[in-house]
């Protein structure tokens, strides 16, 4: 029996972990290549789960098979979301460029707050609930219960972008460009690399993970509302921070330190204080890491 | 080749060049010698279209440049081993070189120019998959010369590549831009601080002083000048 609730917690904060990857992804993604925390990027994995949220409405009264209306809503959604993206870079940031560091990330904090009430207006204050579209997989009838077919399929999700991920960074055109415009912006452009391409396609990226994070927790929770994109977009930015904010392996890695950590926090310790393990584990490692578990030491420029 | 009117670039309020003309020629090796602070850097920044000018003119092989995106400007065939070298720190120098051909799609050239290069500098052959930061101060040069070449650029910019160089890689470098010449015919814009040695591979020369040109003349004809001498040469 303990062992059983050791793994149902082991794997509830791996489940977590993966939703934050998804989110922190494009934290780190966007703060590497232009130097801003992209604050309303809780924002875009909050309209990728009510995007998803109404093309399954609509569809559901087709009587189509659900698992079939839950991908075409998946897609529908992360493409939907990956054009808000861009859009919020090409209006709240792209005109700031070469404004302080400090305005484009006033106009980050101002960005997230419009889509909040945005949303707020459009749809409700209210929980909605999100249909249970995944059927319980047969063979995990024998589990008893430690794992159930959503988070299989969130984790499951979440390597598969992971390993993707790190191979378009590491071997494409577009990913090396992504990498030589993050560790020096104006030489790549010197060497001919169009930055407003590269920085729309990691806001691309970066949406695209969020909105499908989105899109898998709210499958697995059931219920969404506006104000869901706030605090995961807190909490996956506490986890970039943790990682070593700028990397991609540093984000992945916090992300599941803090989803393990709060998992097993809360069945451990106790539930009331959920949100306070986040941010006492990202003062600790901060205390002795101060940038991050993976991060590189920054050395400064004269 | 290239042609500079008039060219007025400010940073914020101040002008960094107030108001300079050169033109260049193909297949000649320019030199731009002056102090620090006199504006050569912001030159070949100009000219690449990373600060673009306040005022004037920048036309190239007939067309005009003067507010092109700067990847657009790399595209019509110049190049920049910029001050400071710039290499890619964490990409390997393989990668490093890889993204000085970005804009080419020629897949068995780009092979071909690497191996060149790869010929050229036996050295960065050996360290093809080390990181571009951990190479030494000389190493670099030669990967960021390297790169700017992976371009096949018409017009090579080069911004202080003796700077911090050992006296014996400094001569090595010297070699190598007037090979790059006359090999390959490309044309090199050269900004010195080390006048004797820019002076000696040039064809010609400008004098740049606090954001103006102040002298124009043959390599030959600036080395004899009295006042070159008495401010640039040290003898």
Redesign the interface.
């Known amino acids: 029996m303990d062992l059983d609730y050791f793994f149902q917690l082991f794997l509830g904060g791996m489940t977590r972990g993966s939703i934050y990857a998804l989110i922190a992804l494009g934290y780190t993604m966007v703060y590497g290549i232009i130097k801003l925390i992209n604050f309303a990027h809780g924002e875009i994995y909050m309209i990728g789960a009510f995007t998803a949220l109404i093309i399954v409405g609509a569809l559901g009264m087709t009587g189509l098979n659900p698992v079939l209306i839950f991908l075409i809503a998946g897609v529908i959604a992360v493409l939907t979301s990956a054009g808000y993206g861009v859009t919020i870079e090409r209006i709240a940031y792209k005109p700031l460029r070469n404004a302080p560091r400090l305005s484009a990330l006033i106009s980050a904090i101002g960005m997230s707050l419009f889509l909040q009430n945005y949303v707020l207006l459009a749809q409700t204050s209210n929980f909605l609930p999100f249909p249970t579209l995944i059927p319980e997989f047969k063979f995990l009838a024998n589990a008893g219960g430690i794992i159930s077919s959503t988070q299989i399929i969130i984790l499951a999700t979440t390597a598969l972008v992971m390993v993707v991920l790190t191979l378009l960074i590491k071997f494409t055109?577009i990913g090396?460009?992504m990498?030589?415009t993050s560790?020096?912006r104006?030489?790549?452009?010197?060497?001919?690399?169009?930055?407003n391409k590269v920085i729309a396609f990691t806001f691309v990226i970066g949406s695209f993970t969020a909105a499908l994070g989105g899109v898998l927790i709210c499958s697995h929770i059931g219920q969404i509302n506006f104000y869901i994109g706030f605090i995961a977009g807190i909490k996956a930015f506490v986890a970039a921070v943790l990682g070593g904010i700028g990397s991609i392996p540093g984000a992945v890695l916090g992300s599941f330190v803090l989803g393990l950590t709060e998992s097993f926090g809360t069945g451990y310790i106790s539930s009331d204080y959920e949100d306070v393990f986040a941010f006492l584990f990202l003062v600790l490692i901060l205390t002795i890491r101060p940038s991050g578990i993976l991060g590189r030491e920054k050395k400064a420029k004269v | 080749m290239l042609k500079l009117e008039d060219v007025v670039t400010c940073y914020g309020n101040i002008k960094a060049l107030k108001g300079i003309s050169i033109t260049i020629q193909p297949g000649e090796i320019i030199t731009v010698i002056g102090a620090n602070g006199a504006g050569k850097s912001t030159t070949l920044m100009t000219i690449?279209?990373?600060i673009p000018p306040r005022q004037g003119k920048i036309i190239y092989e007939g067309q005009d440049i003067t507010n092109a995106?700067?990847?657009k400007i790399?595209?019509m065939g110049i190049?920049?081993v910029?001050e400071g070298r710039?290499i890619?720190?964490?990409?390997t120098v393989q990668?490093n070189l890889?993204?000085?051909a970005?804009?080419r799609r020629d897949t068995d050239g780009i092979k071909r120019d690497r191996d060149y290069i790869y010929e050229l500098f036996p050295i960065l052959a050996e360290r093809r998959n080390q990181a571009g930061g951990t190479l030494s101060g000389g190493e670099q040069q030669m990967l960021a010369i390297s790169?700017a070449l992976m371009?096949k650029p018409k017009l090579l910019l080069m911004d202080e590549p003796s700077l911090g160089l050992a006296p014996i890689i400094v001569q090595q470098i010297f070699s190598i831009i007037t090979k790059i010449n006359q090999e390959n015919g490309t044309t090199i814009l050269l900004v010195e601080q080390n006048a004797n040695m820019a002076l000696k591979v040039a064809h010609r020369g400008y004098v740049m002083e606090t954001g103006r040109i102040t002298m124009e003349d043959t390599a030959k004809g600036l080395v004899s000048n009295p006042e070159v001498k008495d401010a640039y040469l040290g003898v």
């Open positions: 055109r090396k460009a990498r030589a560790q020096d104006q030489m790549a452009q010197l060497v001919g690399i169009g930055i | 690449c279209g990373i995106e700067p990847d790399v595209g190049s920049q910029p710039r890619f720190p964490f990409l990668e890889d993204m000085g970005y804009l790169r371009a």
